[in-house]
């Protein structure tokens, strides 16, 4: 054997083993690239910059402790980056609302809660703030400086203030809701609740607030909103087949054949048979009215699709004598009113508080329920509805003659002449005038031969912009602008009978001031 042979058998299978380290190494470059794309395909997105922002807007609110002309205690203070945070304590330069703790409720003047209020519906104020950018949330901090816990609800609303075209429909989903809880401490603190996520950009936040347990008032700096602005999407992931998955299938079809052989149990015979409606029909008819008596207003439209006997009883108009719809302020519209309009005839105590903001329930609309349903009214809530104009109003007075109570707070789109038509409701024993355009104040000088006794009764003048006048027997009471209070013979608007006025007033809780006159008083709270 010549020795050229060994060389050239030693080359080959150096050759030879190159070839496979080559081949071993190609293959695992493309299982790693292979890895690399699968892994890149999975990710949800591209990673998305996340936006933090301050609230640039407050565009509405329900209530706050400062006055109109001013800033402090009011609720623009949340606006903007924070004023006082992390420091904590009472500063003016926070925002309040106008209560807190019980006795807003326990006060000898204060209004009777409405019936058939969801248990789970706690809100008491709100205030809503418009952002920079629609982000889909990702965390929303409330810097609370002051007693905090107040905060019970946030909500974000599909529409965006900043845009000129209207949409076709508005959405409000809760992002985050809880029961009212006590704070022990009242050191200021950074809330940030675990927020829901969404399926649309916002840029309006709504907060709602209950300071029923509050020691004192809760003071809010600023609201930050933190988001993305492309919708997240959930990582791909493989999927593992589940062994409990067969079996939860094989117990289906054991109950699907279960359910076939009870079928058969039943025949046309047997459900001829059952042409009635049960036990119900023996039950006395006012007995179904007092059991129905105890469901939410949406549960009672629910009921009413289940058979002809309870839909009978569920449109009743007996069981709407009380209708509170300030808890589905964001669901109520001309629709809604519309369906409610043929049960609501004998309706006496109607809440519309909150409802038909941005465009929800038009004035069209309003009319038509009031002209339906306005007959038999005692009490009427309107509390920051600013869909109301003047003609609302109008209608108001000439089809609720035996209006008794009506809350016309924060509903600071009525224009100063709007109110001339109130004067027409002769039967009105109540008014509630907070954040109008017509704050009152009244100096009522009582002569008793040669000398004169003068009371004063003295609120917080917010927007002083029309003469007001409540007409006694034999007395005129009037207010200027000023806040010269003088009795005078010419009168703006003219309350007959017995009326009670309510409005706010900066000072201790309870304060209240009651003006007689032939046993017939105004009170001021």
């Given at each position: ?197 969404i399926d649309f950009p916002t840029n309006l936040i709504r907060l709602e607030v209950n300071s029923s347990l509050q020691d004192y ?92 006997l309870l839909y009978q009883h569920c449109c009743d108009p007996l069981q709407y004598i009380h209708l509170s719809l300030q808890p589905y302020w964001a669901r109520i519209n001309d629709t809604s ?189």
């Amino acid at each position: 054997m010549s020795p050229v042979f060994p060389m050239l058998t030693v080359l080959s299978m150096f050759y030879y083993i190159c070839l496979r380290r080559r081949a071993r190494t190609a293959t695992r470059g493309e299982m790693m690239n292979s890895r690399r794309a699968i892994e890149s395909n999975s990710r949800a997105l591209p990673i998305n910059v996340e936006v933090v922002q301050y609230a640039k807007e407050v565009l509405d609110f329900s209530s706050h402790y400062g006055s109109e002309n001013s800033m402090s205690y009011t609720m623009w203070n949340l606006a903007g980056i924070p004023n006082v945070y992390p420091s904590s304590g009472d500063f003016t330069q926070t925002a309040v609302f106008r209560t807190y703790g019980t006795w807003w409720d326990q006060c000898p003047s204060a209004q009777l809660p409405f019936k058939r209020t969801p248990p789970n519906f706690y809100s008491q104020d709100y205030v809503e703030l418009a952002f920079e950018e629609p982000v889909y949330p990702t965390a929303v901090h409330v810097l609370e400086t002051y007693h905090p816990g107040a905060v019970i609800r946030i909500l974000a609303c599909s529409a965006n203030p900043y845009s000129q075209n209207t949409p076709a429909e508005v959405r409000w989903e809760i992002l985050w809701s809880e029961a009212p809880t006590k704070v022990n401490s009242p050191q200021a603190r950074q809330f940030t609740p675990c927020i829901k996520q969404i399926d649309f950009p916002t840029n309006l936040i709504r907060l709602e607030v209950n300071s029923s347990l509050q020691d004192y008032y809760a003071e809010l700096d600023a609201v930050v909103l933190h988001g993305v602005k492309e919708r997240p999407v959930l990582s791909l992931k493989t999927s593992m087949i589940d062994m409990n998955d067969l079996d939860e299938d094989d117990d289906e079809e054991k109950n699907g054949c279960e359910m076939d052989s009870l079928n058969k149990q039943f025949s046309d015979t047997a459900l001829r048979e059952w042409t009635t409606n049960g036990y119900f029909d023996k039950l006395p008819y006012e007995l179904i009215q007092l059991i129905l008596s105890h469901l939410t207003i949406p549960d009672l439209c629910r009921l009413a699709q289940t058979c002809k006997l309870l839909y009978q009883h569920c449109c009743d108009p007996l069981q709407y004598i009380h209708l509170s719809l300030q808890p589905y302020w964001a669901r109520i519209n001309d629709t809604s009113l519309e369906y409610l309009m043929s049960r609501c005839t004998l309706v006496q105590w109607l809440n519309l508080s909150w409802t038909g903001n941005r465009g929800a329930i038009s004035v069209s609309g309003f009319s038509r329920f009031l002209k339906v349903c306005g007959s038999e009214l005692v009490r009427l809530e309107l509390a920051c509805g600013h869909f109301l104009n003047e003609t609302c109003l109008e209608v108001i007075a000439e089809m609720c003659p035996n209006l008794q109570e009506l809350n016309l707070s924060s509903c600071d789109k009525l224009p100063p002449q709007a109110f001339n038509h109130i004067a027409k409701v002769c039967s009105l024993k109540r008014l509630i005038l907070y954040r109008t355009k017509v704050e009152l104040l009244y100096k009522y000088t009582k002569r008793h031969g040669s000398c004169s006794e003068k009371l004063i009764v003295k609120s917080k003048i917010q927007q002083v912009s029309k003469r007001i006048s409540v007409q006694q027997p034999r007395s005129d009471f009037v207010m200027s602008p000023n806040g010269c209070l003088k009795k005078e013979e010419e009168s703006s608007i003219v309350f007959p009978g017995k009326i009670q006025i309510t409005f706010e007033t900066q000072g201790k809780p309870g304060l209240r001031k009651r003006l007689w006159r032939k046993k017939q008083w105004v009170e001021f709270l």
